[in-house]
């Protein structure tokens, strides 16, 4: 290269190599160097990214417009070699100094290295230079600090070579990935997804959870959020014909696929164990994920939620086991997807705490007591509906024969709370309730019957020092956003006894992590002037009540609440009511519109014990009117034979709602729905009649009133 004294140098790359070609070019008289403030060797740096090398590069014009006397690229991305050339002012030369896989192509315009006049040098190995580069290693010139991890002499030449393909094994093993990325897990339950979770943080990376069960748009979505170099799948076929389907558009945006399979795992088993460096991990914040999860989707999108490594610090299960739980001694039996957060957090953070785990491929009903009897376990993971299939199911001889002491999840409704301990021989229930955002956390350690049947509890002090910050609000159920007065523009704060959304007060928005690089959906998670100007509030999208000693209920999502005549009505509450009914396995409540009818009317997706006689739907009817208000009494039925649900167990209305009691649209949304039947109270009549063709054509002529 020959640089001149007082020449500007422009080096990208920051690897050992880099480091020591920096030090060798200041030492030999260049005057400025862009590269990182590492060794004091740089005066200014700019990151830049393998994938979006060109748009991180232009900052370096804004700074430098007639670009460098000499081009270092270090890096070995064909994407920043590409870009090099246009760093270079006339005259000047680029050092193509990087090693680039053997077939990677750039393209270079020869209009810009004729009319720049610029020299293109590389450089391979020249052993003619080695006597000065060791005179400096010698007289102590060249810093190796960060550069060189250990030294051998040379009697230890066999252990130098080992260490070497230990090391080579690491790089190979994380599949090109570094610090900073996210490694994409498309994979069922097993021990080996809670090792590749481990695997990735401990080399400075993050896990992304997919849902196994995506594909196509919804997948590819994922998948651009995370930005990620490695998609590992599973072995399963369903999930390789799903990757199969986008394989094309994955592999065109730079992501690598892995299957993870015998061979994959045997080669693993096979190398030595090697414990990465520590500096792997010295870039990692606290607001780095500890793994990403990502929101059902249920309604659009799915959206990234980083479960932090600072929020995993505070749960303090590294610490201290949860619940009463000892080291060595208890086991949390898993059957939730690992891929959604009460199913991965709880299992991992268990691990943490020095507690068991015990790991099922799905949750089977079936499969649910020998699995606990067979592993030991002390406590089990519940989402959603889990606890009403138990229930459903008929006496199995090892549902009482257990060591189990405590359930553990969100979801456990309260009509079916004492009945699941009762009949299971439970004597501990820890109900929580959160989001993937975690910004509103409740959690309820039940161990008698003052804190059962709730999803969380309050003391007076914790009341008191709460009163602003958890801040229940009247919503507008016709547009789903806070009600605020015509004159003031303000929200109106409603008493704990009649409950509302939840509105968090928080400093500033950075109190929200956020959605990850989604930054319009987390402002949309904001209400501001809410009580007054300037002031700022997180909306949670969950509407809750408290009892006046400090009990909290869940009432309902933002969103399933429905108005009809004039009145809102708690999908939860009304579903709650009718699961008590003798024959309901299961109640899926939401709001319909009707023609004719402004709002909408209640219906009821029922799965029942058997099949409803004329008995059983007039005593439902006369149930509900003495158990509910008039207004939140179900218009209209609808026996299902299967529940609607999705991935993690979590009743699914979005369907159900979209289909309606439009007759021709059944099993159009709810692929098992075509065979539904509907039912509805008609006007006059004191039982559920089966809803025909001509009672929707009278209600869309006005022929019928509700």
Same mark, same amino acid.
């Given at each position: 290269?020959?640089?001149?004294?007082?020449?500007t140098?422009?080096?990208?790359?920051?690897?050992p190599?880099?480091?020591?070609?920096?030090?060798? !070019?200041?030492?030999?008289?260049?005057?400025?160097?862009?590269?990182?403030?590492?060794?004091? !060797?740089?005066?200014?740096?700019?990151?830049i990214?393998?994938?979006?090398?060109?748009e991180?590069?232009?900052?370096?014009?804004?700074?430098?417009?007639?670009g460098f006397?000499?081009?270092?690229?270090?890096?070995?991305?064909?994407?920043?070699?590409?870009?090099?050339?246009?760093?270079?002012r006339?005259?000047?030369?680029?050092?193509?100094?990087?090693?680039?896989?053997?077939?990677?192509?750039?393209?270079? @315009?020869?209009?810009?290295?004729?009319?720049?006049?610029?020299?293109?040098?590389?450089?391979?190995?020249?052993t003619?230079?080695?006597?000065?580069?060791?005179?400096?290693?010698?007289?102590?010139?060249?810093?190796?600090?960060?550069?060189?991890?250990?030294?051998?002499?040379?009697?230890?030449?066999?252990?130098?070579?080992?260490?070497?393909?230990?090391?080579?094994?690491?790089?190979?093993?994380?599949?090109?990935?570094?610090?900073?990325? !996210?490694?994409?897990?498309?994979?069922?339950?097993?021990?080996?997804?809670?090792?590749?979770?481990?695997?990735?943080?401990?080399?400075?990376?993050?896990?992304?959870?997919?849902?196994?069960?995506?594909?196509?748009?919804?997948l590819m979505?994922?998948?651009?959020?995370a930005?990620?170099?490695?998609?590992?799948v599973?072995?399963?076929?369903?999930?390789?014909g799903?990757?199969?389907?986008?394989?094309?558009?994955?592999?065109?945006?730079?992501?690598?696929?892995?299957?993870l399979?015998?061979?994959?795992?045997?080669?693993?088993?096979?190398?030595?164990?090697?414990?990465?460096?520590?500096e792997l991990?010295?870039?990692?914040?606290?607001?780095?994920?500890?793994?990403?999860?990502?929101?059902?989707g249920?309604?659009?999108?799915?959206?990234?939620?980083?479960?932090?490594?600072?929020?995993?610090?505070?749960?303090?299960?590294?610490?201290?086991?949860?619940?009463?739980?000892? =080291?060595?001694k208890d086991?949390?039996?898993?059957?939730?997807?690992l891929?959604?957060?009460?199913?991965?957090?709880?299992?991992?953070t268990?691990?943490?705490?020095?507690?068991?785990?015990?790991?099922?491929?799905?949750?089977?009903?079936?499969?649910?007591?020998?699995?606990?009897?067979?592993?030991?376990?002390?406590?089990?993971?519940?989402?959603?509906?889990?606890?009403?299939?138990?229930?459903?199911?008929?006496?199995?001889?090892?549902?009482?024969?257990?060591?189990?002491?405590?359930?553990?999840?969100?979801?456990?409704?309260?009509?079916?709370w004492?009945?699941?301990?009762?009949?299971?021989?439970?004597?501990?229930?820890?109900?929580?309730?959160?989001?993937?955002?975690?910004?509103?956390?409740?959690?309820?350690w039940?161990?008698?019957?003052?804190?059962?049947?709730?999803?969380?509890?309050?003391?007076?002090?914790?009341?008191?020092?709460?009163?602003?910050?958890?801040?229940?609000?009247?919503?507008?159920?016709?547009?789903?956003?806070?009600?605020?007065?015509?004159a003031?523009?303000?929200?109106?704060?409603?008493?704990?006894?009649?409950?509302?959304?939840i509105?968090?007060?928080?400093?500033?928005?950075?109190?929200?992590?956020?959605y990850?690089?989604n930054?319009?959906?987390?402002?949309?998670?904001?209400?501001?002037?809410v009580?007054?100007?300037?002031?700022?509030?997180?909306?949670?999208?969950?509407?809750?009540?408290?009892s @006046?000693?400090?009990h909290w209920?869940?009432?309902?999502?933002?969103?399933?609440?429905?108005?009809?005549k004039?009145?809102?009505?708690?999908?939860?509450?009304?579903?709650?009511? !009718?699961?008590?009914y003798?024959?309901?396995?299961?109640? /899926?409540?939401?709001?319909?519109?009707?023609?004719?009818?402004?709002?909408?009317?209640?219906?009821?997706?029922?799965?029942?014990?058997?099949?409803?006689?004329?008995?059983f739907?007039?005593?439902?009817l006369?149930?509900?009117?003495?158990?509910?208000?008039?207004?939140?009494?179900?218009?209209?039925? =609808?026996?299902?034979?299967?529940?609607?649900?999705?991935?993690?167990?979590?009743? /699914?209305?979005?369907?159900?709602?979209?289909?309606?009691?439009?007759?021709?649209k059944?099993?159009?949304?709810?692929?098992?729905g075509?065979?539904?039947m509907?039912?509805?109270?008609?006007p006059?009549?004191?039982?559920?009649?089966?809803?025909?063709?001509?009672?929707?054509?009278a209600?869309?002529?006005?022929?019928?009133?509700?």
């Open positions: 290269m020959a640089p001149k004294v007082g020449s140098v422009l080096l990208f790359g920051c690897g190599t880099g480091m020591l070609l920096a030090q060798l !070019l200041k030492l030999n008289g260049t005057a400025n160097l862009d590269l990182a403030k590492r060794l004091n !060797l740089a005066d200014s740096f700019v990151a990214s393998d994938t979006n090398a060109k991180d590069m232009d900052t370096l014009l804004q700074s430098h417009p007639h006397d000499l081009v270092v690229e270090a890096t070995g991305a064909p994407s920043v070699l590409e870009q090099s050339i246009f760093y270079v006339k005259g000047g030369t680029l050092v193509v100094y990087g090693v680039y896989d053997d077939a990677a192509k750039i393209a270079w @315009p020869p209009m810009r290295i004729w009319t720049y006049e610029i020299t293109i040098l590389s450089s391979f190995c020249s003619l230079k080695f006597p000065v580069v060791m005179e400096y290693v010698r007289t102590k010139k060249l810093d190796f600090g960060g550069i060189v991890s250990k030294t051998y002499r040379i009697e230890e030449w066999a252990e130098c070579l080992e260490a070497l393909e230990r090391q080579q094994f690491v790089k190979a093993a994380i599949q090109g990935i570094r610090p900073g990325d !996210l490694v994409g897990m498309y994979l069922h339950n097993s021990a080996e997804f809670v090792f590749i979770m481990f695997a990735a943080l401990t080399i400075g990376a993050g896990p992304a959870l997919i849902n196994y069960n995506l594909e196509g748009r919804a979505h994922c998948l651009a959020v930005e990620t170099k490695l998609l590992l599973d072995l399963d076929a369903a999930c390789q799903r990757i199969e389907g986008s394989k094309q558009e994955i592999e065109a945006a730079g992501t690598k696929i892995v299957t399979d015998a061979g994959l795992k045997q080669t693993i088993q096979s190398r030595p164990v090697v414990i990465p460096g520590d991990r010295a870039g990692m914040r606290p607001d780095f994920p500890y793994a990403l999860i990502y929101t059902s249920t309604t659009g999108l799915s959206k990234g939620c980083p479960f932090t490594i600072a929020r995993t610090h505070l749960l303090g299960s590294h610490f201290s086991p949860p619940f009463g739980c000892k =080291r060595g086991v949390w039996y898993s059957p939730m997807p891929y959604h957060g009460t199913g991965i957090i709880t299992s991992s268990m691990l943490l705490a020095g507690v068991g785990i015990a790991i099922a491929p799905r949750f089977s009903v079936s499969n649910f007591w020998p699995d606990i009897n067979a592993s030991g376990s002390t406590a089990f993971i519940y989402v959603g509906e889990t606890a009403r299939y138990l229930l459903a199911a008929p006496p199995h001889p090892l549902e009482r024969a257990h060591k189990l002491r405590v359930a553990y999840g969100n979801g456990l409704r309260p009509d079916i004492q009945k699941f301990q009762a009949r299971f021989n439970i004597p501990e229930v820890a109900e929580f309730f959160n989001s993937s955002e975690g910004m509103f956390s409740l959690v309820v039940a161990r008698n019957g003052y804190t059962s049947c709730c999803v969380g509890h309050h003391g007076l002090v914790t009341r008191s020092l709460l009163h602003n910050v958890y801040v229940p609000v009247r919503i507008d159920f016709d547009t789903g956003d806070l009600w605020r007065n015509p003031t523009g303000f929200a109106q704060r409603t008493s704990y006894e009649e409950g509302g959304e509105l968090v007060a928080v400093p500033s928005r950075d109190a929200f992590g956020g990850w690089r930054e319009e959906a987390t402002n949309k998670r904001f209400a501001t002037d009580f007054k100007a300037g002031d700022l509030y997180y909306r949670c999208g969950d509407a809750l009540r408290r @006046p000693d400090g209920y869940f009432l309902d999502r933002l969103g399933d609440t429905f108005r009809w004039s009145e809102n009505v708690s999908t939860a509450e009304v579903a709650e009511a !009718l699961g008590r003798p024959g309901v396995t299961e109640a /899926n409540v939401y709001g319909v519109t009707v023609p004719g009818h402004e709002g909408r009317a209640g219906c009821a997706a029922l799965h029942l014990e058997g099949q409803p006689d004329e008995n739907v007039s005593g439902l006369q149930y509900s009117k003495a158990n509910l208000p008039r207004y939140a009494v179900p218009v209209f039925l =609808r026996v299902v034979k299967h529940s609607s649900h999705i991935h993690n167990h979590k009743q /699914n209305k979005v369907g159900l709602r979209q289909e309606g009691i439009d007759l021709e059944l099993g159009v949304h709810e692929r098992d075509a065979d539904d509907i039912m509805w109270q008609k006059g009549s004191e039982t559920y009649v089966p809803f025909q063709r001509e009672d929707w054509e209600l869309s002529k006005g022929g019928a009133r509700l």
